[in-house]
């Protein structure tokens, strides 16, 4: 045979085994939806997302908006999209910080603060997540009534009904345009090329902070401070922003567990910061924290930064586990309507649909600073 | 190279250490304050919890009374209820079995790191044997013992039986998802690409939930097995998908030269992959491969959520009662270090091995 009929021969065989995959992969859906069809009908479903419109008439632990049992299906699912995103980010905000300080604490030449921070990876590292969890969730609801709670400066309190944080004395609608301010700051701030990194920090604190009294200022009601502080009363706690246990639970038990983890991807990074540019900064006479925000930091960030994106996905998907203690993320609020309306496909569907846009989007993200972060010409 | 004279000998060891220590916690007046802050801390520390753990503690089952007015921690309710969370509702006389399966999964994981059986068949010989030992103990109807079903499987018993299945189903399947991400045919190519895409960007909780809810809907129910083997399938799936990004990264690795030295030696590709291309794939990725199996040991305690009765749903049901109720703390702590162990020395097991490559690359 000669070398053009191998080819041709070879070219068959390639389209044959292509056109048997999608054929496989048809006859799978095939299948799938026609069982499904047979399957519903005899349970005596609809399909359709007709269900989004109709009331739920039961409720869960946490919201960030108004809420009732009269809410919609789509209301109640936003909520969960909302509650979902709002732990993801603090999770996110709080594990990316303490993970920073602890991974520098196990570059550090201290052999003290090195140990500490070896344990403290080595203990939260290698615990699954949802042990964690359940554990600070049992910890945090055997905690004292609100009679006994623990409190900071008597401005917070800590029971078992939950965490009581002073607040500012505004409405929820004010509290979002403070966060739009800040966020509006922020983009100004870090645009300003002649600042420094650390400047701009500062700044965008103070400016942020003033922004966000002066708001409280304007809109806080004439007759009350513009404080709204926690205060104990009989069985229960009078002003302030409550946070529930379950909320406080997911927060300890995942920031703990992230920041071990963000951790070792920052030493990684410091790790592979050539010494000789340490040794330069030292003999240019710089202090040990000029180098780590001038010489070390600017090098590792390069490194840092795609594992650390990985690692906030990982904390998105990981507000899954609120299901096991009863915190009303996306997947706690789906897994409910599932039971509730037997919508379960549709549901489904919803469900992964949220979680690509949320990882996509947090992808994007990584990308973008990525490529602002990398060296021009390489 | 060192001369062995140049080495620190034996006796030096303390010099060394006493010099680290100079160097790196008593170098100046604050360093020092600081040492001796954190160490302070640390001792205090480490004596409280061993005063809680060991000095204070009531160890024996009968002496429950005595447990509420000890300082220490309440081991009777380990002492107690240790079989229901190790082996969950397996039938109490039968617990021999559960007890010699996990030594058998054990046994599998501990060979395995071994070198002598780092090859493809011997790996494969090994977790089958051990995977099959496990099977056989707990079903029991071969060694013609009474025959316990999947769903009294419980514990740790039915947390390694997942993880044992998972990573001797997802293995292979990552390998094949992995050379189907880096064929030259298109479609098998982007059909590949897009479910390791979709399947990694979803929490693994969505997998299994839809494995145990929704697959029942789409398949007949011929298809359909037990809960527990679709969601050892949804699990293996998950476990493929990452797997194969590891596989990935090790054919990265290899030089095209490699395959072109194949085909020049007249070898099929068949052969070019298995022979050539496959071990040094394998010698890649085995840190990362390592990383997957710690992970999947620590993500086989999720499945809690969708109603197992695994080693930390054992631990609820241990303190579930009013009589141990107040004592969850140890329960967790059992259980936590049981995990802790596994995961702890397998990590360490792989950081060993990243050294060891780091060394053989250089």
């Known amino acids: 045979m000669d070398a053009a009929a191998l080819k041709l021969r070879r070219s068959r065989r390639d389209m044959l085994v292509q056109a048997l995959l999608v054929v496989f992969v048809v006859l799978v859906i095939w299948v799938a939806i026609s069982t499904a069809h047979t399957n519903l009908t005899e349970l005596n479903m609809t399909s359709g997302f007709g269900f989004l419109e109709r009331a739920t008439g039961w409720s869960y632990s946490f919201s960030l908006i108004d809420r009732s049992i009269d809410d919609s299906y789509s209301r109640t699912l936003l909520i969960g999209f909302l509650n979902t995103l709002f732990l993801g980010l603090i999770c996110i905000v709080l594990s990316t910080i303490l993970g920073f300080a602890i991974g520098t604490a196990r570059d550090a030449r201290q052999l003290g603060l090195n140990a500490l921070a070896t344990v403290y990876i080595q203990l939260f590292r290698n615990l699954p997540l949802i042990l964690q969890l359940v554990f600070w969730y049992a910890v945090l609801i055997h905690m004292p009534g609100p009679r006994q709670a623990f409190t900071m400066g008597e401005v917070a309190f800590l029971s078992n009904r939950g965490l009581m944080l002073p607040g500012f004395n505004v409405s929820p609608t004010v509290v979002l345009a403070m966060f739009a301010v800040i966020a509006l700051l922020a983009v100004v701030i870090f645009r300003q090329k002649s600042l420094q990194p650390v400047q701009k920090l500062l700044l965008w604190l103070v400016s942020g902070s003033g922004a966000m009294l002066l708001l409280a200022w304007i809109f806080a009601p004439a007759d009350s401070s513009i404080f709204s502080i926690p205060a104990q009363q009989g069985l229960r706690f009078r002003g302030g922003i409550g946070v529930p246990i379950e909320l406080v639970a997911m927060i300890l038990a995942i920031t703990l567990y992230g920041s071990a983890y963000i951790a070792e991807v920052v030493r990684g990074g410091l790790n592979e910061v050539p010494s000789g540019l340490t040794e330069a900064g030292k003999a240019l006479g710089l202090s040990s924290r000029a180098i780590w925000f001038h010489v070390k930091m600017p090098m590792a960030l390069r490194t840092i930064m795609p594992p650390l994106g990985n690692q906030w996905i990982f904390i998105m998907k990981a507000t899954t586990l609120g299901v096991a203690i009863g915190f009303s993320d996306l997947f706690y609020i789906v897994s409910t309507s599932i039971t509730q309306s037997g919508q379960t496909l549709e549901l489904m569907g919803l469900l992964m649909l949220s979680f690509l846009l949320i990882n996509y989007s947090l992808a994007q993200l990584v990308n973008f600073m990525n490529a602002r972060l990398a060296l021009k010409g390489h | ?362």
């Open chain 2, 1 to 362: 190279m060192a001369l062995a004279s140049e080495l620190p000998a034996q006796s030096d060891r303390w010099t060394t250490f006493a010099n680290t220590l100079k160097k790196r916690a008593f170098r100046s007046p604050s360093d020092s304050f600081t040492s001796v802050f954190i160490f302070g801390l640390m001792l205090y520390m480490a004596w409280t919890l061993i005063d809680w753990a060991i000095l204070s503690a009531v160890w024996r089952a009968e002496d429950v009374e005595h447990c509420a007015n000890a300082g220490g921690a309440c081991w009777s309710v380990i002492a107690a209820r240790h079989r229901l969370i190790l082996f969950g509702l397996y039938p109490f006389e039968e617990h021999w079995r559960s007890t010699l399966a996990c030594l058998a999964i054990v046994a599998t994981v501990v060979l395995s790191c071994l070198p002598r059986f780092w090859s493809t068949s011997r790996l494969v010989t090994l977790w089958i044997v051990g995977f099959g030992a496990y099977v056989v103990l707990m079903d029991g109807r071969l060694i013609g013992q009474p025959i316990v079903t999947t769903d009294q499987w419980g514990g740790l018993a039915l947390t390694l039986f997942m993880f044992s299945a998972v990573v001797l189903l997802g293995m292979p399947l990552g390998l094949l998802l992995a050379l189907a991400r880096r064929s030259k045919l298109p479609v098998v190519r982007g059909a590949a690409s897009l479910l390791i895409d979709f399947i990694r960007s979803l929490p693994l909780l969505t997998t299994l939930f839809a494995a145990a809810v929704v697959i029942p809907l789409l398949l007949p129910d011929w298809l359909n097995g037990d809960k527990i083997w679709r969601v050892i399938v949804g699990f293996a799936l998950f476990f493929a998908c990452y797997q194969a990004e590891v596989f990935r990264g090790g054919f990265q690795a290899i030089p095209k030269g490699q395959f072109e030295a194949g085909k020049a030696l007249g070898l099929t590709p068949f052969q070019t992959l298995s022979r050539i291309v496959m071990p040094q794939v394998f010698r890649h990725a085995l840190p990362s491969t390592i990383n997957m199996v710690v992970v999947t040991f620590k993500e086989t305690a999720i499945v809690i959520i969708i109603g197992f009765f695994d080693v930390l749903a054992s631990a609820n049901a241990a303190f579930g009662t009013v009589e141990w109720a107040p004592y969850y703390i140890e329960v967790y702590a059992f259980v936590g270090a049981i995990y802790w162990i596994f995961i702890f020395s397998l990590s360490q097991y792989g950081e060993y091995l990243k050294a060891r490559m780091a060394v053989a690359k250089r």
